[in-house]
């Protein structure tokens, strides 16, 4: 009777989301927004980042591309 949990359970790196602040693609489990990466939620809500991790210019944790809006890039630097 518990036999459709199993199917219930998604691999991390299994869904992905396009960011609506810097259009990067990024794995939904790795961010605290829906319509956010961790980069962009961190930056405009205070979440806590991601600690990139970048291996052929993507990060291998979150799957961010190191894109950045222009509103992301006045607030950061
Ligand atoms: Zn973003
Ligand atoms: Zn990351």
């Not at 794995?27 to 991790?53: R, T, V």
Request: charged share 25%; hydrophobic share 25%.
């Amino acid at each position: 009777m518990y036999g459709n949990i199993n199917r219930m359970i998604v691999k991390n790196n299994e869904i992905r989301r396009t960011c609506s602040e810097c259009g990067s693609d990024y794995y939904a489990a790795s961010s605290p927004m829906q319509e956010l990466c961790p980069e962009c939620a961190h930056f405009l809500y205070g979440y806590e980042n991601c600690p990139h991790d970048f291996q052929n210019g993507r990060c291998v944790k979150c799957h961010w591309d190191g894109s950045s809006s222009e509103y992301i890039k006045t607030i950061r630097d």
